[in-house]
């Protein structure tokens, strides 16, 4: 194989921890609008861990991301 | 020359030659010591910027002091109690001594964050394009190491050898100590490795994409027909992505100061 094609389908395949960060990301949220919605009084208190948690999981697809830039760009 | 390459070279000279050309390092004064290159960049003339734009802002904002706070200078409240509360909830009272530090390093990266996001004026320099310092391994990684080495130094000057019971939290059997002991000290030495990567992929992954979208409006525009219509699609993509990276320069900012509140919480109390 071509090293041009092989980097190509190698950032692709780095980029495929971007499924479990959806996965993640859609069980933060869910449970996020579920804990907001059955007590709303609570939101307020949620919401500063939320964003945590949510920063936090995105900066996993992010680190897939990097290497990905890493395998195009260098 | 046809009206479409009129087009693509006014496209492609306006905008960027790609997507990784906004971070180059340029130099606006050159200067060396000695064999070390340490001129005067892009990178740090933004860096300047962001806090000569503080040092205005909190001028501003205290400049007149009123009972009833006027526009600026609630601004500046909102900003200072948001960050004595993040200081407040997660290191309590004592947690007070750090706050100068907390506030500085919150208030460094958003603006560093946020003015990167500022269009560059059409048709200036290559060296005075708007950049964003955040998105540089090297000056995030500085200051993790910076909060780090706060914690480390500050942890072993205040309980000395006691600092390293952080390694052995409390509750754990004896016989499971081997196992926690080892595992403890690499996530406690990976954090500002962790802290660093997180807010550079951010602004780096934020910016590309933007830039990618903004590399889409241009072939489609050129490529005629259809095509030229459908490059409006892109463009509310720009939009959309640009929006996203409001929250994203803010989020990152506080993720970024929030950890650092909990890491020196360890520091001041290594009991946990």
Redesign the interface.
């Known amino acids: 194989m071509d090293a041009e094609a092989a980097k190509y389908i190698g950032a692709g395949l780095a980029v495929l921890p971007l499924f479990g960060v959806g996965i993640g990301l859609g069980i933060l949220f869910g449970n996020f609008m579920q804990g907001a919605f059955r007590n709303p009084s609570a939101t307020a208190g949620l919401t500063g861990n939320f964003f945590i948690a949510f920063a936090l999981t995105e900066a996993t697809g992010l680190f897939a991301l990097v290497i990905a830039f890493l395998i195009l760009f260098s | 020359m046809g009206m479409t390459d009129t087009l693509l070279a006014f496209l492609f000279g306006f905008f960027a030659a790609g997507p ?1 050309e906004q971070f180059q390092i340029q130099t606006i004064i050159p200067f060396s010591f000695g064999e070390t290159d340490i001129s005067f960049t892009n990178a740090s003339l933004w860096m300047m910027i962001g806090v000569l734009t503080a040092l205005g802002f909190f001028t501003l904002a205290t400049k007149r002091l009123a009972l009833i706070p006027g526009g600026v200078q609630s601004m500046g409240e909102m900003a200072y109690e948001f960050i004595a509360n993040m200081v407040r909830d997660t290191m309590g009272e004592d947690g007070r001594i750090f706050f100068p530090f907390v506030f500085t390093l919150f208030t460094f990266i958003f603006l560093s964050n946020l003015l990167g996001l500022l269009p560059s004026i059409p048709g200036s320099p290559h060296e005075l394009h708007t950049f964003t310092p955040t998105s540089h391994i090297i000056v995030t990684f500085s200051l993790a190491l910076l909060s780090f080495g706060l914690v480390v130094i500050y942890g072993l000057f205040k309980h000395g050898v006691g600092f390293l019971s952080i390694f052995a939290p409390s509750g754990v059997p004896l016989w499971l100590m081997p196992l926690i002991v080892p595992i403890e000290i690499i996530s406690f030495l990976s954090r500002p490795v ?1 802290l660093a ?2 807010l ?3 602004m ?2 934020g910016h ?1 994409v933007l830039k990618v979208f903004a590399g889409f409006v241009g072939t489609l525009l050129t490529a005629g027909g259809v095509l030229s219509v459908i490059s409006i699609v892109p463009l509310f993509g720009i939009v959309a992505v640009f929006l996203l990276e409001f929250l994203v320069a803010f ?2 900012a ?2 970024f100061t ?2 650092t509140c909990i890491y020196l919480q360890d520091a001041l109390h290594p009991h946990h």
Do not use: T
């Open positions: 990784m962790s990567v997180r550079f992929a951010n780096l992954a590309v989020l990152q506080f993720v929030i950890l």
